[in-house]
């Protein structure tokens, strides 16, 4: 490490001799941060404002600022702009350009700041754009997802436990159960921006500044609910990324779910749905093949994100107050979640109202497996026989339509007397498919009624956002 070379760094007061060339490399991070680079410039001009209203600058040199800071943003935007590693990142290449532009005046602007005020709130205004633009996407994901089940609270399969066949169910139910999880983690990602939504700047460094500021100014001016309450928490506080990570990792968890689903109920073994061949590709060996990539690539996605999750909560354990440049580490991995979060809400959002399911296989399925055998042992019940004697009663029935290669619909009455006298012919009303959905009639069942009422309840909430 002696390859040193002399640049001039906007620290480079103190330091006899330039950055070791690799040094420079390793604690560089304009490469990944310069995205942050219209939030950095958002909170300088802020910051620029307050700071006349002060009289720390006069309106001269605001007047300077601003349109400074305007042709940075419009180099950058245009790609114009020479991103430097020498000065380490997005801050500090912004700050030396607006200088070059507007002459000493530029120096003034980090006048009560620091770089560790500015990256939190930069980071925040950063995040708080992406949590917006993901709970767009998330409530149309929502909204295809309720309109789907609206339209099929009487479409029968087989609902499972262990993967086995165990009771019938409306496919517009089983939609809907999908929308609770998302609706929870609307819930999550919102609470996550109401914590977020505090201001940092006028912390400085660490412990607050000697110029007159006006924090409440900055925070109004960059959308911030007010600004935070302690410098030192200020600076190092990055619990608002592990939450918005925390909520990423649960979404796309349940995404995977939805996935493995779409993924099962896709193959030729169950075939339960249509997937349009836009979301899948083939194979370049096997001709039959169509593939269902998008929900296998959601599925796999999600170890990205659990591992970004681990990632930032081991960042910041056990570090000391304030800041320290360990935080610098927690760009890439909240940004790649953001990336990963809304590709994948997109990808599902115009995947999910285009499925279609195969009405006819998946009654069919639902027909098989004895899924309506619940419904002969409250039949039984509702007779008057103990539940665990109803349960060995249609145990021995299920046993003899496995022998036989029968349902217990597809049993005559004399059949089914074998093993209760307590059947009558009444019994069929509750071994059909229909008769046992609609049964369950209650609030959170799956009756057609039920189902109904529970599409419309979700729309209204999604709607009131
Ligand atoms: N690039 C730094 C980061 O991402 C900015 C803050 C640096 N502050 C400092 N005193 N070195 O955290």
């Known amino acids: 490490m002696s390859d040193t070379q002399d640049t001039s760094k906007l620290w480079g007061g103190r330091f006899s001799e330039g950055t070791d060339s690799f040094v420079q490399r390793f604690t560089a991070s304009v490469d990944f941060d310069q995205r942050m680079a219209a939030q950095d410039i958002q909170g300088s001009l802020a910051h620029a404002r307050m700071l006349t209203n002060t009289g ?4 001269e040199e605001l007047a300077d600022i601003e349109r400074g800071l305007a042709q940075v943003a419009d180099e950058i935007a245009s790609g114009e702009f020479q991103w430097s590693i020498e000065l380490e990142d997005v801050h500090m290449n912004i700050e030396a350009r607006l200088t070059q532009l507007i002459g000493s005046t530029g120096k003034k602007l980090h006048t009560g700041r620091s770089r560790n005020d500015q990256v939190a709130t930069d980071i925040r205004l950063y995040l708080r754009a992406g949590i917006d633009r993901a709970a767009t996407e998330l409530t149309r994901l929502q909204q295809g997802v309720i309109a789907l089940a609206a339209d099929n609270t009487d479409t029968v399969m087989p609902g499972f436990t262990h993967l086995q066949t165990a009771q019938p169910v409306s496919f517009g139910h089983h939609l809907l159960a999908w929308n609770e999880m998302l609706e929870r983690d609307y819930g999550r990602l919102q609470d996550c921006r109401t914590r977020l939504n505090q201001c940092p700047l006028g912390a400085a460094a660490l412990a607050g500044t000697t110029f007159p500021i ?20 200020s600076v190092s506080d990055r619990d608002f990324g592990i939450e918005f990570v925390s909520f990423a990792a649960l979404l796309m968890t349940h995404l995977s779910r939805i996935s493995e689903e779409l993924v099962l109920w896709t193959s030729a073994q169950f075939n339960f749905i249509e997937l349009p ?15 269902p990539d998008v929900p296998e690539l959601v599925r796999g996605k999600t170890g990205r994100v659990n591992g970004h999750l681990v990632s930032l909560l081991t960042l910041m354990k056990s570090q000391p107050l304030a800041y320290n440049k360990d935080n610098q580490e927690d760009k890439e991995p909240l940004f790649d979640t953001l990336d990963t979060v809304l590709d994948s809400l997109r990808a599902f959002a115009d995947m999910l109202p285009a499925i279609r399911p195969r009405k006819d296989i998946m009654r069919e399925a639902a027909l098989r497996g004895f899924s309506t055998a619940t419904d002969l042992a409250d039949y039984l019940v509702r007779r008057g026989m103990p539940f665990r004697d109803a349960h060995e009663v249609v145990g021995k029935a299920v046993a003899h339509g496995v022998a036989e290669g029968l349902d217990l619909a597809e049993m005559d009455l004399a059949t089914l007397q074998q093993f209760s006298t307590t059947i009558e012919a009444d019994v069929f009303d509750v071994l059909t498919l229909e008769g046992s959905i609609a049964a369950r009639d209650h609030l959170g069942g799956t009756a057609p009624a039920q189902v109904a009422a529970a599409a419309q309840r979700a729309a209204a909430r999604v709607d009131a956002r």
């Open 56 to 59: 720390v600058l006069n309106a």
């Open 277 to 291: 061949d836009r979301f899948c590709t083939g194979s370049s060996i096997m001709p039959q093949k169509k593939n």
């Open 214 to 233: 006006d924090r409440v100014q900055t925070a109004n001016e960059l959308g911030f609910d007010r600004p935070t309450e302690n410098s030192l928490d």
